[in-house]
């Protein structure tokens, strides 16, 4: 499978600082912060996963949404964006109890 053609700098940053916003402003479930993460290091699921030392099943299952990733490896994912897991406000319209986004 051919990769995608590589993002100059410029373009790298720009999505990195969208990033972090949508971040700031809670916008992102953890299923589409770890597509963004993936996709803004330009590697298939299966490059990833080695690269933060997690299975390409880990990496599936979260990206679509039915993962129960363990803490240690949601910490090893978001280590390379500068992030940890942590406790953050429920967006409003948020089920009580079971969402585990």
Known sequence: MPRRNPLSREEQNAQR???YERI???ELSIADAMKA???MTGLTQAEFAAHRGVSRRVIQDIERGTGNPTVESLNSIGKLF???VGFVRRRRGE??????E
């Open 95 to 100: 089920a009580a109890g079971g969402a585990s």
């Open 24 to 26: 700031e402003r809670g």
């Open 37 to 39: 993460m993936r996709k």
């Open 82 to 84: 500068g992030l940890q």
């Open 17 to 19: 600082r969208e990033f």
